[in-house]
């Protein structure tokens, strides 16, 4: 049945039998005309009866046609459909499409026509959690606690049977929205900056409790084994990339909030989250991601569980990119980490992408030139992991060739760190990382097969009393303390705008002191003249002050 058929034959089972119109007229229970009566609230369950209650005119004319009709065709939106994906619209993007709407001819819609197809988009997303109502919430509260009663599923029950008592095809009631436990208002919402990734802004709904069993019982029939509670993911993980998916965007998850037992990272992050700035406002902070590699495979742990449980990636493949990571920090070593994971991040959130684009596009040409390809344009993920570890050009570019050229002193490690992936400074301070038993145990061998840098000879004044020796690049400037904390490029030129936020060390390049480089009077090269000589010298046989 056509969409046009769907809209004619629900808003001929909607029309009146009778006096039963009458019964619908009940006294609302609301104050406000904003807000649906208890009654209207819980037979609200799909387009159609949105935009009625909305007051968008359905009456049908000679040839069977309604401005409703008219307006669902519109929307592409089949009647007896939920109405979710429409409340994911924002208000500017459903007014701005709402302008090439013309119901008569040419002609747009009215004031009053326009501000009921508004209201009931408006409706749609404030019986979805997405909105505020407009009147006090305690009479709201109120109204959903008589909906959950059982004279409301009755009334409900009833207004239902009259609908399909009419001689038409039956009006079929979408499903309740997700998560809501068989309810269908009062949705629980999930914030994808707190479980999936900090850039997002977007909020949605949990997937149905019958959908999560499937997925587990999806894993199980694959692994033959329920997962280990420290791979899990919580409810809000595996909405969040279900979700992603659903857009045809990459599964990428920011390992500084993506980890293992969500919940507790969730909580955390909403105490930790947050600081004080300069003029006393409270402000949330960016989260820095794994600080090693052993935290790192416990995030990446959940995720491989939630791709397997959603089908889209093979374990064989989930697997062969975790090995691929450990074999590039095992060859490299921990120095090389911070590197390594930006490398990491911009694979799964760029790189992948780009990836996906380019197997669709090959596989349409290779269709219409009448051949086949081994990509599943439904299942696309797959084949991009297993394409990330043949991305030799990639690598070499991210990683390989900068670990050389900071093995020869080429360049510093802070230097092509660009900060678009910080770690932690420690397993503490990752949100998301709490190592689990199930991925600590895993053995991670630490030898390094690239040769170290060679020690650079330190000037005469720099202290060599405690602490490794600093090491400096190919124009003498230091790029880490005697501590081994690597310093930080940006602040050099005092263009760094992290502040204390920065996870690399503000010091001096030239002395280690705690100014830029660019106002430094060049204390960490002087020479010098003998006892005393030195201009920054204060008397004779005695040293300079020295940074860390």
């Not at 409703?68 to 459903?94: K, W």
């Not at 009334?155 to 009419?166: D, E, G, T």
């Not at 450990?326 to 930006?342: A, C, K, M, P, S």
């Not at 996870?503 to 280690?512: D, M």
């Amino acid at each position: 049945m056509g969409l046009g058929a769907q809209v004619s034959a629900s808003l001929r089972a909607a029309e009146p039998v009778g006096e039963t119109w009458e019964t619908w007229e009940e006294e609302p229970e609301h104050t406000s005309a904003m807000v649906p009566s208890s009654f209207d609230y819980a037979n609200i369950v799909d387009y159609l009866t949105l935009f009625q209650w909305a007051g968008v005119p359905s009456e049908l004319d000679d040839d069977g046609n309604s401005v409703l009709r008219h307006l669902l065709e519109f929307m592409g939106a089949p009647p007896a459909q939920h109405f979710r994906a429409l409340a994911q619209v924002s208000v500017a993007d459903f007014k701005e499409g709402l302008v090439n709407w013309k119901p008569d001819g040419d002609n747009r819609p009215g004031f009053v026509l326009k501000g009921a197809v508004e209201l009931g988009h408006m409706t749609a997303r404030r019986l979805c959690g997405l909105e505020d109502w407009p009147d006090n919430q305690s009479e709201l509260v109120q109204m959903r606690q008589k909906l959950a009663t059982a004279v409301s599923q009755a009334q409900s029950s009833n207004y239902l049977a009259q609908l399909q008592s009419v001689n038409a095809p039956p009006v079929t009631v979408a499903a309740p929205m997700a998560g809501t436990g068989g309810r269908l208002v009062n949705t629980p919402i999930i914030k994808l900056s707190q479980v999936l990734d900090q850039k997002l802004d977007a909020e949605i709904t949990y997937m149905t409790d019958d959908e999560q069993q499937a997925a587990l019982e999806v894993y199980i029939k694959i692994m033959e084994i329920a997962p280990h509670p420290d791979i899990t993911p919580t409810p809000d993980q595996l909405s969040a990339i279900h979700y992603i998916m659903s857009q045809k965007r990459a599964p990428y998850a920011d390992f500084s909030v993506y980890g293992p037992h969500g919940q507790r990272a969730l909580r955390r992050q909403k105490l930790t989250g947050k600081q004080f700035d300069a003029d006393g406002n409270l402000v949330t902070v960016e989260l820095y991601g794994p600080s090693n590699l052993t935290a790192w495979l416990a995030s990446y742990a959940v995720l491989a569980t939630t791709l397997i449980m959603h089908k889209a990636v093979k374990r064989a493949h989930l697997d062969a990119y975790r090995d691929f990571i450990i074999e590039l920090h095992n060859t490299f070593g921990d120095r090389f980490w911070v590197l390594l994971y930006q490398a990491d991040v911009r694979m799964r959130q760029e790189w992948m992408d780009t990836c996906r684009r380019t197997l669709i596009g090959q596989h349409a040409h290779m269709v219409d030139m009448g051949g086949r390809t081994a990509f599943d344009p439904a299942q696309p993920w797959n084949m991009v992991w297993a394409e990330a570890v043949k991305a030799d050009k990639f690598w070499q570019k991210e990683f390989l060739t900068q670990c050389m050229r900071i093995n020869c002193n080429a360049t510093s490690l802070s230097m092509v760190v660009n900060g678009d992936a910080p770690i932690s400074h420690s397993m503490h301070d990752n949100i998301a990382a709490g190592v689990p038993s199930a991925i600590a145990s895993m053995p991670v061998q630490r030898s390094i097969s690239a040769p170290p840098a060679k020690k650079q000879k330190v000037a005469n004044n720099v202290s060599r009393g405690a602490g490794t020796e600093p090491t400096r690049n190919a124009q003498g400037v230091y790029t880490s303390n005697r501590k081994g904390l690597l310093l930080c490029g940006a602040f050099q030129t005092n263009a760094c705008t992290a502040g204390t936020a920065c996870p690399l060390q503000h010091q001096c390049g030239k002395c280690l002191q705690t100014h830029p480089a660019n106002v430094c009077a060049g204390v960490g090269n002087a020479v010098s003249t003998g006892k005393g000589g030195g201009k920054n010298r204060k008397g004779k046989g005695k040293k300079g002050k020295q940074g860390a």
